[in-house]
């Protein structure tokens, strides 16, 4: 085999001075998290943890579209697939999601700054790479999303705990409709940290790998990250959702999602551009997984009071559920596999999800239930 034929590592761990840098490197699959790469990520950067030469850690995503377009759950899909039809035991949509939210939880933990380069497109799985971190760098290109409710999910990787946090009702917005943020948005949603253009970014690692991080403060370390980044630091513009917050809270304050569809409907042929926003909404709604809407309702009522490893252990039943379930299936299929965009959701209609259904999807797992060591 030539050098040219050897296949690329799917993530790179390297170190620039002080810092441990991670570069998530599958480019041409939007650099779409997998569990080989988890499994390499969570013990180095527990190793890294515990290195005292180790001052922060940087995350970027390879190629110029994204940081990380979600996880691969296209593997999952085939792998519950098969266990479906008896040809496999399914390991895989178990094992990715406890893996995956458990680094979820590793990257919370971290005791350094944890600097994620959230350039392009950030879904799914690659908000759950970044936005637990100590410190999220939008850019002019960034456009984050969880559209888990267009393919039969619900927002996981600790989403439940961020957008359960977000100003007013925007959270619930996000969860229902997955609607996509720019950087102005992100920040708004403090889903992001920073705005820095995307040209200033590898001026930015150089100036935090070469920082004497030894005139830090013990204990403020990530205030030290803030001044070396503060700098570099732009105006990321107006975020579309402050200017939508006040329709927003009008309509996703309802306790349901027929009472919150009803409330847009309302809304429509209003003035401004709150009607046409309330029209663009309900048509986003009406095309998601009904069953997905009212668990994401739920998760986003319980997620306030819960801290966010209760709100892992959480996203983790339900994603069970979702296994053992219908419409994750037809929804990778349409988005994913055939790309008809055409989903067959089960039940089709909210007025048939009843709330035994939605119920059912939080219920403990008992020995098989979502646990941390460490």
């Given at each position: 085999?030539?050098?040219?034929?050897?296949?690329?590592?799917?993530?790179?761990?390297d170190?620039k001075?002080?810092?441990?840098?991670?570069?998530?490197?599958r480019?041409?699959?939007?650099?779409?998290?997998?569990?080989?790469m988890?499994?390499?990520?969570?013990p180095?950067?527990?190793?890294?943890?515990?290195?005292?030469?180790v001052?922060?850690?940087?995350?970027?995503?390879?190629?110029?579209?994204?940081?990380?377009?979600?996880?691969?759950?296209?593997?999952?899909?085939?792998?519950?697939?098969?266990?479906?039809?008896?040809?496999?035991?399914?390991?895989?949509?178990?094992?990715?999601?406890?893996?995956?939210?458990?680094?979820?939880?590793?990257?919370?933990?971290?005791?350094?700054p944890?600097?994620?380069?959230?350039?392009?497109?950030?879904?799914?799985?690659?908000?759950?790479?970044s936005?637990?971190?100590?410190?999220?760098?939008?850019?002019?290109?960034?456009?984050?999303?969880?559209?888990?409710?267009?393919?039969?999910l619900?927002?996981?990787?600790?989403?439940?705990?961020?957008?359960?946090r977000?100003?007013?009702?925007?959270?619930?917005?996000?969860?229902?409709?997955?609607?996509?943020?720019?950087?102005?948005?992100?920040?708004?949603?403090?889903?992001?940290?920073?705005?820095?253009?995307?040209?200033?970014?590898?001026?930015?690692?150089?100036a935090?790998?070469?920082?004497?991080?030894?005139?830090?403060?013990t204990g403020?370390?990530?205030?030290?990250?803030?001044?070396?980044?503060?700098p570099?630091?732009?105006?990321a513009?107006?975020?579309?959702?402050?200017?939508?917050?006040?329709a927003?809270?009008?309509?996703?304050?309802?306790?349901?999602?027929?009472?919150?569809?009803?409330?847009?409907?309302?809304?429509?042929?209003?003035?401004?551009?709150?009607?046409?926003?309330?029209?663009?909404?309900v048509?986003?709604?009406?095309?998601?997984?009904?069953?997905?809407?009212?668990?994401?309702?739920?998760?986003?009522?319980?997620?306030?009071?819960?801290?966010?490893?209760?709100c892992l252990v959480?996203?983790?039943?339900l994603?069970?559920?979702?296994?053992?379930?219908?419409?994750?299936?037809?929804?990778?299929?349409a988005?994913?596999?055939?790309k008809?965009?055409?989903?067959?959701?089960?039940p089709?209609?909210?007025?048939d999800?009843?709330?035994?259904?939605?119920e059912?999807?939080?219920?403990?797992?008992?020995?098989?239930?979502?646990?941390?060591?460490?």
């Amino acid at each position: 085999m030539s050098p040219s034929d050897a296949v690329e590592p799917e993530i790179l761990f390297d170190r620039k001075g002080p810092l441990g840098l991670i570069t998530l490197n599958r480019p041409r699959a939007l650099n779409a998290l997998n569990l080989p790469m988890i499994r390499e990520m969570a013990p180095q950067l527990d190793a890294w943890a515990k290195d005292d030469s180790v001052a922060a850690v940087v995350i970027t995503g390879a190629g110029e579209k994204a940081f990380c377009a979600g996880g691969d759950v296209k593997s999952v899909y085939q792998d519950g697939l098969a266990a479906k039809s008896g040809e496999g035991d399914g390991a895989l949509t178990r094992d990715f999601f406890r893996e995956e939210y458990q680094l979820n939880r590793a990257i919370y933990r971290f005791p350094k700054p944890y600097i994620a380069l959230i350039d392009g497109i950030t879904m799914g799985g690659g908000v759950g790479l970044s936005v637990h971190g100590s410190h999220r760098i939008a850019t002019e290109t960034t456009m984050v999303a969880m559209p888990e409710t267009a393919i039969g999910l619900f927002p996981d990787v600790g989403a439940t705990y961020v957008l359960a946090r977000a100003p007013g009702e925007a959270g619930a917005y996000l969860a229902l409709t997955g609607d996509r943020l720019s950087a102005a948005d992100a920040l708004y949603a403090k889903i992001a940290t920073h705005h820095v253009p995307s040209d200033k970014l590898d001026a930015l690692v150089d100036a935090l790998a070469s920082a004497d991080w030894g005139q830090a403060e013990t204990g403020k370390e990530r205030l030290f990250a803030d001044g070396i980044i503060e700098p570099f630091v732009t105006d990321a513009g107006e975020a579309k959702l402050a200017a939508l917050q006040d329709a927003i809270d009008q309509a996703f304050g309802s306790d349901t999602v027929e009472e919150i569809i009803a409330e847009l409907t309302s809304m429509i042929g209003g003035a401004g551009a709150d009607g046409e926003w309330a029209k663009e909404t309900v048509e986003t709604m009406g095309k998601r997984s009904p069953t997905s809407m009212k668990i994401a309702r739920e998760q986003l009522d319980r997620g306030t009071a819960l801290d966010l490893e209760s709100c892992l252990v959480m996203e983790y039943r339900l994603t069970q559920g979702c296994m053992a379930g219908h419409d994750f299936y037809e929804g990778i299929r349409a988005v994913l596999v055939d790309k008809d965009h055409d989903p067959k959701w089960e039940p089709a209609q909210l007025t048939d999800v009843t709330d035994a259904i939605v119920e059912k999807h939080f219920e403990a797992l008992g020995e098989n239930d979502l646990s941390f060591t460490g």
